[in-house]
């Protein structure tokens, strides 16, 4: 993309009454976004969905006053910004009818790894709610996948950190542009987020905190995900709205069952009893669900069992089969032993035929 058409698109997203599926129409129909704004109005009123309010709502020059705003905000903070005909756009939000057209991205994300999750939840969750979340990212450690959640009180900031704690990367998508973080008190954790991962939000610099904005968001959270993950809510709730919108994307959801006298397990109940979830009671059964490659599991699972390791030696064979093949230099960083010791616990392991040594001295988990 452009520096001429970031320009033009920020303008059309800034257009009263135009939202992400008709700004795709729009750009479909003229070409770009600066050729919407040169179109003819003759032309543009034979476009499906494209009445005369909304004609004259293109004229106004504000959008480009704004758009020049929004632009010198962008790269006065180093904003990454993708737009929807953009390779790096993420692939499964490509897929979503309403995706944004414009989504702006802060840290170090990387979606090469398909395996993404969101996980969601009241934002009062009990602490059989936050044990179960721990424990479901950490067996899933091995498969590596990605955490997406909406950085709020609760569910999400759990299984944010819970992420962090395994060394997985997590995303969470904001409800509000960059010149803010909210809530306040989780803005200690946003150097944690963007080196482990990062930030995704369609709203602008300017946009006003609104309430409604969540129930936007929550299109990216669903959106972005292979599926969704529902730990406590009651009878209504925003992570109700991201399952149902995960739903309408043919995405897998599921829901972890609780007490009928709890009113955390309300909201997850019904998504089960409505055969709108699959019930969730074991981390497994994610990998299971979604046709993840269960031999690597199964082979943790065995050394771990069949052979003696503790300590440290467990800790460098987890994080060889979280991160694959790895020098001793990278291996050394990773789990914070010093080189000299971390070669003598290798061989050590390597005789117990977990670790394979490889040239350029680089191991794998066997």
């Not at 995704?200 to 904005?213: E, G, L, P, Y």
């Not at 069952?257 to 997850?268: A, E, H, L, N």
């Amino acid at each position: 993309m452009t520096n001429n058409e970031l320009f033009y698109t920020l303008a059309l997203q800034n257009v009263s009454k135009i939202g992400d599926v008709i700004a795709k129409k729009l750009i479909s129909s003229c070409g770009s976004a600066e050729a919407v704004f040169n179109e003819k109005q003759s032309n543009l009123i034979k476009i499906d969905g494209i009445g005369g309010i909304l004609i004259k709502n293109l004229q106004s020059s504000t959008h480009l006053v704004s758009a020049e705003t929004e632009l010198k905000f962008i790269k006065a903070n180093h904003i990454k910004v993708n737009h929807y005909k953009d390779n790096a756009y993420p692939e499964r939000l490509k897929h979503c009818v309403d995706s944004p057209i414009l989504l702006f991205q802060r840290g170090a994300i990387n979606l090469d790894n398909q395996r993404i999750i969101s996980v969601v939840g009241t934002r009062e969750i009990t602490t059989q709610g936050i044990q179960f979340c721990e424990k479901l990212i950490e067996d899933l450690k091995v498969y590596n996948p990605i955490i997406v959640s909406g950085y709020a009180y609760g569910t999400d900031i759990t299984a944010h950190k819970a992420a962090i704690k395994q060394g997985l990367q997590t995303i969470a998508c904001l409800a509000h542009g960059f010149n803010d973080m909210y809530p306040k008190p989780h803005s200690k954790y946003v150097s944690q987020m963007e080196a482990n991962g990062g930030f995704f939000t369609d709203f602008r610099s300017v946009s006003k905190f609104d309430r409604n904005n969540f129930l936007k968001r929550n299109r990216i959270i669903a959106g972005l995900s292979q599926a969704t993950i529902v730990i406590e809510s009651a009878y209504k709730g925003g992570s109700l709205v991201t399952a149902d919108i995960a739903n309408s994307y043919n995405r897998d959801v599921f829901a972890v069952p609780g007490r009928i006298t709890d009113k955390k397990s309300i909201g997850c109940n019904n998504l089960i009893k409505q055969h709108k979830a699959h019930v969730l009671t074991t981390p497994l059964d994610v990998p299971y669900i979604l046709n993840w490659d269960l031999k690597k599991q199964t082979k943790a699972l065995q050394k771990s069992m069949f052979v003696d390791l503790k300590g440290d030696e467990k800790a460098i064979y987890d994080m060889l089969i979280l991160k694959g093949k790895l020098t001793l230099d990278a291996l050394s960083i990773l789990v914070h032993i010093p080189t000299y010791k971390l070669a003598s616990l290798l061989l050590t392991m390597e005789l117990k035929d977990v670790v394979r040594p490889l040239p350029g001295k680089t191991f794998e988990a066997v």
